[in-house]
């Protein structure tokens, strides 16, 4: 056999695979098929063509891994629902035109929260929308607005302990307005900087510390609340 043949033969060979004594070419696993049955299992028959797009596009390896026969479809369903609450792209390019954030997604599984980085900074953050849904959170949406206009937490303060934070419109476009279960439209958010470090990794601050901390938070809530009275 000449060189070239046998080279031949074993790329053949290489591209062959034997099933009950019979030869043929490698069957690609389709893991989109195998992920979508995992997704039925939870009565999800139909999901969202979005989302899946996502999930091929940004996720495959993920995707890949829960479609694994000894995978749970509760994994599978929880990347699903994470691909579901990301920002659409008309989102993510009104926040990238207005506000200079670049979206990454949402923050454990929460689509009301929303990480991204602050292209001016080049910092991580955070944006917690307030979409005036139930009563509820139209009553905690304007205490949060209250809270950053009376303690100025939008003005830089190097002595504060409190978290610089400040109030954007952003603009919720149809596709992430239906995961939110609001309308479409622009909404109030809470632009506030990312900490990715455990309070146990920060070095302990020492009694005086704390106590002139504590003082400077009492009196806050005293602003917040006059009829506050400590126990």
């Known amino acids: 056999m000449q060189h070239g043949d046998l080279v031949r033969s074993r790329n053949a060979l290489s591209e062959s695979y034997i099933v009950d004594g019979a030869t043929g070419p490698p069957l690609a696993f389709d893991y989109v098929g195998a992920f979508k049955a995992k997704l039925e299992l939870h009565s999800i028959n139909r999901p969202n063509a979005d989302a899946m797009?996502?999930?091929?596009?940004?996720?495959?390896?993920?995707?890949?891994?829960?479609a694994q026969a000894q995978a749970s479809s509760d994994d599978a369903v929880l990347l699903y629902k994470q691909a579901l609450a990301r920002p659409g792209s008309q989102t993510t390019l009104k926040m990238l035109t207005d506000l200079h954030i670049a979206v990454s997604g949402p923050l454990a599984s929460h689509p009301q929260l929303v990480t991204g980085v602050d292209l001016h900074s080049n910092s991580l953050l955070i944006l917690k929308l307030l979409p005036p849904c139930t009563q509820q959170q139209k009553q905690a949406a304007q205490a949060e607005r209250l809270a950053i206009q009376t303690l100025g937490l939008d003005k830089h303060k190097t002595q504060s302990a409190l978290v610089e934070c400040s109030l954007v419109k952003v603009c919720i476009s149809i596709e992430h307005a239906r995961e939110l279960e609001i309308d479409e439209g622009h909404y109030d958010a809470v632009k506030m900087p990312r900490f990715v470090a455990s309070l146990s990794q920060l070095p302990q601050l020492s009694e005086d510390v704390i106590f002139r901390g504590a003082l400077h938070l009492h009196w806050k809530i005293c602003m917040l609340h006059p009829s506050y009275m400590p126990i």
């Open 53 to 66: 797009s996502r999930l091929t596009r940004h996720f495959p390896q993920q995707m890949m891994m829960m």
